[in-house]
Structures are given as C-alpha cells and as structure tokens.
C-alpha cells in the first residue's frame, strides 16, 4: 500500500524517545505531522484513514506506558490504519510496555505493523545508559524504519495484517510511583522558570521552584536536563542506594530489539 500521511505521536522527558522516533519518521517519510503529548493532550481527536500511518513514541516508566501517554494517546482514532510501535527504556526491562502500547492503539482502530524497542539514558539514573541512543541505536532505527517501509509496500489490504505477538503479560504490572523527587539547590537556582514552563504535569512554582509538589511529579527527570544552572538533581540516602543497585544489576548496555508483523 502506498501510505499518504505520516503522523508521529510521542511523549518524551528527556527528549531520547523523541530522538528516536524523529529518526524513523524522517527515514519513512521526510515530512511528518509531529504531536508531542508531552505537557498537553492534542485537545481534539486526530482521525487517521486507512491509508495513513501512526507513529508511537513512549518511554517505559516502570515497566509500563506512562499513564499520561496512555490517557493522551486516545485521541488518536484510526480506521484499520497501519501504526509502528516504538518503546524507550533506561536499560533495566520493559515488561508490559509493549504489549500496552499494541493494545492501547489496537483499541483505536489501528493496526501494528512492526514494534521497536530501544534503549535511552535513564532518566532517573544518569549514568545507566549514558550515552544512548549512540550512533549505533540510531542506524538501527533507520534499519528498523527501512524494513517497517517494506511491509507496508507488500499490503494490499489492512486486514491482511495478522496481530502481533509482543513480549509482556495480561493484566500489566500495577503502575508504580517512584518514591524520590527531584530537589533543587537555591543556592545556584535564579528562578529563570524553565523548569516550571516545561514540567509535563506543573508539578513546580515559578516563584517557589525549591518546592517540587510530590502528588502531581512524576519524577521524570525533565527539570534536571533542561535546567540551565544544573540546580536540579536526585539526591539523599534512597537515591544514592538505589543508583548503586542500579550500577551493579543494570549497568550491561543491552541491545534494541524489533518484531514484524506477518501479512498474509
Ligand atoms: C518514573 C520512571 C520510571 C522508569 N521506569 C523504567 C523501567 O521500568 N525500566 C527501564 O528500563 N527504564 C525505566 N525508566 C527510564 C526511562 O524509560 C528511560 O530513561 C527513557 O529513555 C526515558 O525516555 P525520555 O527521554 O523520552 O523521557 C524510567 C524512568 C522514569 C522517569
């Protein structure tokens, strides 16, 4: 089938799954509609035909779909239309992430043709995964992109498409909270209000940024990379345990990892 609109739908903190899934979109078609669902839902549904094609993008938070991705992902509505599947973690397990993202758009009317899962740096713990996606990941993601492209070209009809069969289990982990908040050191912060403008659930004053609201944070590490002192961090006693845990049982880089749907 010859595809006619490319839309692309992520959300992304730390910006790694939203260089990934730039990469396999440019590599499938160089103009794209991009929708970030970051910070804000779409606002109003987005219906796709047949004959287009959906992107989406989620980093995995605790082996599961972001629950604010999920909740804005539904405004996507399809109408038996292709849809490539990408899933980002920090190198520990992606669990039932996958198998949520398939369900999540399968319920929408759309139809997985191909399912990616990469590796990004650990938003949380920094040096898990530092330097992903390197130049490798990226390749893989043209590569992915590539083959993705061929299975369209062999569809005739969307309902020649056979369900995948992804890792992850039914019912999904319980969605967890992790228990530390980012803090910010008042000594270095100016107040500039970055972290406040781009938090994805406005979880920091502007006035008091040295107040992070732990009800609403999702410890997604955002105000940490895009603070332009470097004010904000992870920090204390659980923190440093937990990292050290982390360096010793998740440091090993593994290895993006792709599944292709059949068509019949
Ligand atoms: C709250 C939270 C939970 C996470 N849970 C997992 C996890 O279960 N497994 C994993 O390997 N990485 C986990 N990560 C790391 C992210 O999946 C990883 O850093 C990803 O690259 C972040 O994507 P982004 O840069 O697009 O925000 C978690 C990160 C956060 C903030």
Redesign the pocket.
């Known amino acids: 089938m010859k595809i006619k609109n490319v839309s692309v739908a992520?959300?992304?903190?730390?910006?790694?799954?939203?260089?990934?899934v730039r990469q396999i979109a440019q590599s499938i078609k160089p103009s794209f509609a991009e929708y970030d669902i970051?910070r804000k839902s779409v606002g109003e549904n987005i219906y796709l035909d047949t004959n287009d094609l959906l992107i989406v993008?989620?980093?995995?938070?605790?082996?599961?779909v972001?629950l604010k991705a999920a909740k804005a992902l539904d405004c996507f509505k399809g109408n038996d239309t292709p849809a490539i599947l990408v899933a980002?973690?920090?190198?520990?397990?992606?669990?039932d992430?996958l198998v949520e993202l398939k369900d999540l758009v399968e319920h929408n009317f759309f139809k997985p043709i191909s399912a990616g899962v990469?590796?990004?740096?650990?938003?949380?713990?920094h040096p898990?995964?530092m330097n992903?996606p390197n130049g490798e990941d990226l390749e893989l993601a043209t590569a992915f992109a590539k083959e993705s492209s061929l299975i369209l070209e062999k569809i005739k009809k969307t309902d020649s498409i056979a369900s995948m069969d992804l890792p992850g289990d039914h019912p999904y982990k319980p969605y967890?909270?992790?228990p530390i908040y980012p803090t910010t050191n008042s000594d270095i912060c100016n107040k500039c209000g970055k972290c406040s403008l781009l938090c994805p659930v406005k979880a920091i004053s502007k006035t008091t940024p040295d107040h992070t609201d732990q009800v609403r944070c999702?410890?997604?590490?955002?105000c940490i990379i895009i603070c332009p002192k470097d004010a904000r961090s992870f920090s204390g006693e659980l923190y440093d345990e937990k990292l050290e845990y982390f360096l010793e049982y998740?440091a090993k880089p593994n290895k993006p990892e792709f599944f292709y749907a059949t068509v019949e």
């Open positions: 992520y959300f992304s903190a730390t910006y790694t799954t939203q260089k990934i970051t993008a989620v980093p995995v938070y605790a082996g599961r972001p980002v973690y920090g190198n520990r397990a992606y669990e992430a990469f590796i990004g740096r650990h938003s949380i713990f898990i995964a992903r967890g909270q992790f999702l410890s997604c590490g955002r998740f």
